[in-house]
C-alpha cells in the first residue's frame, strides 16, 4: 500500500472549515484514498473515501487533486466536537474478503472554542 | 442497538493468566477483525476472519488465538499474558460490496491492563 503522510496536529476555530491535508506521492491506480477519525477513547470512525473525483457526504468533503498525489479532507463548520486524531488511509478496493487497513500516525486536530 | 460490541470494556489481570474478550456485530457484515492499539496510539492489525475462515494473521504471538463461533461473533482469546499485552483492542466488521471491504466499522474497545 501507497505510504502517506499527514502533519502531526493542527488547531482551527470552531465554526471554521477544518482543511486536513495528506499526502501520497506513491499511490497507485487502484488504490482508494479513505479517511477515519478516533475521538479520545472511542473507536475509530469511518468518515469517506474516493478514488479520483471529489467526493462530499454528511460529515466530510474529500478534495483529490488531479494527479491524486495528495487529498484534503475538509470538515466544512467544525465543531468541538470533531477534535479527534484524522487518518487517511491508501488502499485498494478489495473484492471478495478483506486485508484490513493499515493506520498510521495521523493527525490530531484540536477544535479551539 | 450498538452495530459492534465488545466485552467487556475494561479488563485488569494478572500476568499469566488467561482471558477472553467478546465482539459482536449485528450489521450482517461478511469480515470482522481485531485490532491493538498500544500505549503510545498505534492501531496495528491482529487478525480478520471471513467466513470462518482466517485471512489475515499479523505476526501476533500465537498466545493470541481468534475463535468465531458464527459470522455474528470474533472473540479474542489470550493465553498467558504478559506485561507487553496491555493496550485497547477493537473488535471491528465489514463488508464486500460497492464501498469494498474497507469501510471498518468499530467497537468501542476494550481495555486490558496486565499488572
Known amino acids: 500500500d501507497a505510504k502517506t503522510t499527514q502533519p502531526t496536529s493542527m488547531d482551527c476555530a470552531e465554526g471554521r472549515a477544518a482543511n486536513l491535508p495528506c499526502n501520497h506521492s506513491t499511490i497507485s491506480g487502484n488504490e482508494y484514498v479513505y479517511w477515519y477519525r478516533q475521538i479520545h477513547s472511542q473507536g475509530p470512525q469511518y468518515i469517506i473515501h474516493?478514488?479520483?473525483n471529489n467526493e462530499t457526504n454528511e460529515m466530510a468533503s474529500l478534495i483529490i487533486t488531479e494527479d491524486r498525489k495528495s487529498s484534503t479532507l475538509i470538515l466544512p463548520h467544525a465543531t468541538l466536537r470533531d477534535t479527534a486524531v484524522y487518518y487517511c488511509?491508501?488502499?485498494?478496493?478489495?473484492?471478495?474478503?478483506?486485508?484490513?487497513?493499515?493506520f498510521g500516525k495521523g493527525t490530531h486536530l484540536i477544535i479551539q472554542p | 442497538d450498538t452495530a459492534v460490541s465488545q466485552t467487556p470494556k475494561y479488563l485488569v489481570t494478572q500476568m499469566g493468566n488467561d482471558k477472553s474478550i467478546k465482539c459482536e456485530q449485528n450489521l450482517g457484515h461478511d469480515t470482522m477483525y481485531w485490532y491493538k492499539q498500544d500505549s503510545k496510539k498505534f492501531l496495528k492489525i491482529m487478525f480478520s476472519?471471513?467466513?470462518?475462515?482466517?485471512?489475515i494473521n499479523e505476526t501476533v504471538p500465537n498466545r493470541f488465538s481468534p475463535k468465531s463461533p458464527d459470522k455474528a461473533h470474533l472473540n479474542l482469546h489470550i493465553n498467558s499474558l504478559e506485561l507487553g499485552d496491555s493496550a485497547v483492542y477493537f473488535c471491528a466488521s465489514s463488508s464486500p460490496g460497492n464501498s469494498g471491504a474497507n469501510v471498518l466499522t468499530f467497537g468501542a474497545g476494550s481495555r486490558l491492563t496486565v499488572l
Open positions: 474516493g478514488l479520483k
Open positions: 476472519y471471513n467466513n470462518k475462515e482466517l485471512i
Open positions: 488511509i491508501v488502499r485498494v478496493l478489495s473484492g471478495g474478503g478483506a486485508d484490513g487497513l493499515t
